[in-house]
């Protein structure tokens, strides 16, 4: 994978500033920031529904007992 430096860089965010404008940076900036900040909850959301799903299909002998595949096998 080729090295980026501090020049690229700066060529890159140049062209974006040429692309967009200077007006338009901080708008497009926010949307992504909101963007990803609901990717990530509703990721979450749905590891944590996940999560109860198979605590649910556990059963109750089994609730305290790590869920993860990684955790069978360091019980093995």
């Known amino acids: 994978m080729p090295n980026i430096g501090a020049t690229e860089i700066l060529l890159i965010l140049a062209v974006i500033v040429l692309l967009f404008g200077a007006k338009k940076l901080p708008e497009l900036a926010r949307g992504s920031g909101r963007a990803l900040r609901i990717f990530?909850?509703?990721?979450k959301g749905l590891r944590d529904d996940d999560e109860k799903t198979e605590r649910e299909a556990l059963g109750p002998a089994d609730a305290d007992r790590d869920p993860?595949?990684?955790a069978d096998k360091r019980e093995s």
């Open 68 to 70: 993860t595949p990684e």
């Open 40 to 43: 990530k909850s509703e990721t």
